[in-house]
């Protein structure tokens, strides 16, 4: 089994910045992706960005500029750097955890409440 606990949510002004991060325990090998998704009220969960195991990065279109993924391998944690954050951008922020063998893992997610 795999664990994954995300922190870092709050509320802040458009412009302002947050950090997100996951935590990971329990069953983490075998990994080939971990990244960050997001799900607005009323709206479908989208992809915000991912980093694998070979370090290649993707970002959606939206956040492309303002948002930067990294991982620390040794502490089994994933961040995301939220910059110049905007109105939009609010929604619960999510921790997601690719695996080889195809199995997903979701953490339970953290809210990221951005006001004008």
């Known amino acids: 089994q795999v664990q994954l606990v995300e922190s870092g949510g709050g509320l802040v002004q458009a412009g302002g910045s947050l950090r997100l991060s996951c935590a990971a325990s329990?069953?983490?090998?075998?990994?080939?992706?971990m990244g960050w998704y997001r799900q607005a009220p009323g709206k479908q969960r989208d992809l915000v960005a991912t980093?694998?195991?070979?370090?290649?990065?993707y970002y959606a279109d939206s956040v492309k500029g303002r948002f930067t993924i990294s991982r620390d391998n040794a502490k089994k944690m994933v961040f995301l750097q939220m910059n110049s954050l905007k109105p939009e951008d609010t929604a619960v922020y999510y921790c997601?955890?690719?695996?080889?063998?195809?199995?997903?893992?979701w953490g339970k997610g953290t809210l990221v409440t951005v006001s004008s």
């Open positions: 980093i694998t195991t070979g370090w290649r990065t």
């Open positions: 329990g069953s983490i090998f075998s990994i080939n992706a």
């Open positions: 997601h955890m690719a695996k080889n063998n195809g199995l997903d893992y």
